[in-house]
């Protein structure tokens, strides 16, 4: 049952604060005495720290929104998830696909190794940007000038990565919309494209740089398809803290590199036509409802993430109440009228967060596919 936002952002947003600051302090400890020693090592301790962060958003959505994510895949491709490295595309329908992709991370046993391409920004966002630079994520300033080098260097240091990682490509550039999907149909009809229905055109110039780039060392791409089941409201951050539940679909289907073409037009146009296969599978379900033909697999619902945020919520009540006896702080109004400024703080700052993160995580690639017509520029809006 939904609950009232302030009442769930308040106390979740104390824990969040609190533990994540925690965790940025650790990594940081990390970096400092482990990284200079050895890289491997330290992406190995650092993968386990990040998980009790991340572990918390698992847990909204597992246990305490009760979002169920039902997962179609064949077997084989089921097995080898978390097995080895891989490079995700997904269509980005609601603003938790990112959520969703870590919750499948988890299940696959390398939630601290998934990684993304985020605008620049978002590395100086607390608690989430700072772990995500602890984390190897690339981070981007969305100029083409700039960010050739920084992906060629980013794709380079991830290829000693010594543990399973996944990274992921919103090659969409940003969340669908029908606003953007009307501006997407008109531009393919002035191109002669496929006119898309349930998708965006993709951006590729970004998905032709980290296949050139990876390709020696990244053996799969998965390509992920999302939907909301129609049966029910469609997620959003803030309605998971609020308790809302929903259904998410998810198809996956693994692609081996090798069979990409070669030449960089060659993997845009691979790209362009898995996003019409795409499009086509969406609208089958629309009209149809019916999701796949793949086998549902058993995702199960792990403990860990409930485990975790136990651990945090006993070690953070102890501190406040120790904190209180010595403080003596709730025995006047003054101290009174403190905490509830704390309070306001916190909630705002988790509005802020909540906000900020789906913005850096929308549109990591958009800019690399800038063109001069105004067209183009409406695109990336």
Known sequence: MAIPAALAVVPIGLL?????????????????????????????????????????????????????????????????????????????????????????????????????IMKKSAKFLPIIGWSMWFSDYIFLDRSWAKDETTLKSGFQRLADFPMPFWLALFVEGTR?????????????????????????????????????????????????????????????????????????????????????????????????????????????????????NLPLQDIRRPKSSLIVVSCWWCLLACGIVKFFQWSSMLSSWQGILVVGLILLVVAVVMQILIQSSESQRSTPVEALQKKDTARERLLHK
């Open 176 to 292: 669908f919309t029908k606003g953007k999907l009307l501006a997407a149909q008109e531009y393919a009809a002035s191109r002669g494209l496929p006119i898309p229905r349930n998708v965006l055109i993709p951006r590729t110039k970004g998905f032709v740089t980290a296949v050139t780039h990876m390709r020696s060392y990244v053996p799969a791409i998965y390509d992920c398809t999302v939907d909301i089941s129609r049966a029910h409201p469609a997620p959003s951050m803030l309605g998971i803290i609020r308790g809302k539940s929903s259904v998410v679909k998810l198809q996956i289907k693994r692609h081996p590199m090798q069979e990409l073409p070669t030449t960089s037009d060659g993997i845009a146009q691979w790209c362009k036509d898995v996003f019409v296969t795409k499009d086509a599978f969406l609208e089958n379900y629309r009209t149809k409802d019916l999701f796949s």
């Open 16 to 116: 969040f604060i609190l533990s994540g600051l925690v965790v940025n302090l650790i990594q940081a400890l990390v970096y400092i005495m482990v990284r200079t020693v050895s890289k491997n090592s330290y992406r190995k301790i650092n993968k386990r720290i990040a998980e009790l962060l991340w572990l918390e958003l698992i847990w909204l959505i597992d246990w305490w929104a009760g979002v169920k994510v039902e997962v179609y895949a064949d077997s084989q491709t089921f097995q080898m998830m978390g097995q080895e490295h891989a490079l995700l595309i997904c269509n980005h329908r609601s603003d938790i696909d990112w959520l969703i992709g870590w919750v499948m991370a988890q299940r696959a046993g390398c939630l601290g190794s998934a990684l993304a």
